[in-house]
């Protein structure tokens, strides 16, 4: 039997050292052997389950939720997911191909299927943003050009104004925040912005959309007017004579009393220490906000 130390399994699972005390500390997901001279070890039997734990979670379940399942059904969990994968990635290629031939009608058909078997936020969260992120890498090694990029971004901004039009104008409930959401100067990230949109519009919450392309002068009025109690944006590239840093801290420091959430890439949580400043890394991290709001 092979023995594995914390740093083999954080090598072998991708799963940071530190984070794995932690789910051991605060959840007991695996609980270490120690040797005679008490030195920590692992088996194979905590390798596999750690694996297992790492592909839910990177499958977008909390560890929370993980924490409560049984060794049985985490793996039951893993084996439903693995075949839903081999069903995403037909569907993922039937996508592209609509997209590479400019098929409308394909496009929507499939997007069509999948809202009635599974719901809209199903189509989201399995469907439409794994392939927003493939159309993400096929853009970076040169595969698709800037019409079919713009062509199926036209045809998903299209859905989503349709399904945030079929939320109604119901008023908010008050004890959810207000939140205005804007894409600054020299941002192209407006379908991410339009889904959070939709989830904080069928989470109760008032909101603002104000889009692509705000300057700073024309946020003040739309802040001074609608009050908000949280901003949402996004930053990744320089805005104007900014960096990405340089024009979250600005805006933190601009608007002190009012949270500021932001989608923005690993590197950049440093920012953190900004008491009104919060960084979701990927779109599950926004969904969990969205599980401690409800």
């Known amino acids: 039997m092979a023995t594995y130390s914390i740093r083999d399994l954080e090598k072998l699972?991708?799963?940071?050292?530190?984070?794995?005390?932690?789910?051991?500390?605060?959840?007991?997901?695996?609980?270490?052997?120690?040797?005679?001279?008490?030195?920590?070890?692992?088996?194979?039997?905590?390798?596999?389950?750690?694996?297992?734990?790492?592909?839910?979670?990177?499958?977008?379940?909390?560890?929370s939720k993980i924490a409560r399942l049984t060794q049985t059904e985490v793996l039951e969990r893993v084996e439903n997911i693995a075949e839903e994968s081999e069903e995403q990635s037909n569907l993922l290629q039937r996508l592209t191909m609509a997209m590479m031939e400019f098929n409308e009608?394909?496009?929507?058909?499939?997007?069509?299927?999948?809202?009635?078997?599974?719901?809209?936020?199903?189509?989201?969260t399995k469907l439409l943003l794994?392939?927003?992120?493939?159309?993400?890498?096929?853009?970076?090694?040169?595969?698709?050009?800037?019409?079919?990029?713009?062509?199926?971004?036209?045809?998903?901004?299209?859905?989503?104004?349709?399904?945030?039009?079929?939320?109604?104008?119901?008023?908010?409930?008050?004890?959810?925040?207000?939140?205005?959401?804007?894409e600054p100067l020299g941002e192209q990230q407006e379908i991410l912005l339009l889904l959070y949109h939709y989830y904080l519009r069928s989470r109760g919450c008032a909101t603002c959309y104000l889009g692509s392309q705000i300057p700073p002068k024309e946020l003040e009025v739309a802040v001074e007017q609608f009050k908000p109690t949280c901003i949402?944006?996004?930053?990744?590239?320089?805005?104007?004579?900014l960096s990405p840093q340089e024009f979250l801290g600005a805006l933190c420091q601009r608007y002190p009393d009012i949270q500021i959430f932001c989608s923005a890439q690993p590197i950049m949580h440093p920012?953190?220490?900004?008491?009104?400043?919060?960084l979701f890394e990927d779109f599950s991290e926004f969904i969990d906000f969205l599980s401690e709001l409800s």
Do not use: C
């Open 232 to 241: 949402f944006t996004t930053s990744s590239t320089n805005n104007g004579q």
């Open 130 to 182: 794994p392939f927003l992120e493939k159309l993400s890498l096929l853009w970076l090694t040169g595969a698709v050009r800037i019409v079919h990029e713009q062509f199926v971004h036209h045809l998903i901004r299209q859905r989503l104004a349709h399904q945030l039009y079929l939320l109604g104008h119901e008023p908010a409930k008050e004890e959810r925040p207000r939140v205005l959401l804007f």
């Open 105 to 124: 009608l394909e496009f929507e058909r499939i997007l069509n299927q999948e809202a009635e078997k599974s719901g809209f936020e199903a189509l989201l």
């Open 271 to 278: 920012l953190e220490a900004a008491p009104n400043l919060s």
């Open 13 to 63: 699972s991708g799963i940071k050292a530190h984070t794995i005390r932690i789910w051991e500390q605060r959840y007991n997901i695996i609980e270490p052997k120690r040797t005679a001279t008490n030195i920590r070890y692992y088996t194979d039997e905590d390798l596999q389950y750690l694996l297992n734990i790492a592909f839910l979670n990177r499958n977008g379940m909390r560890i």
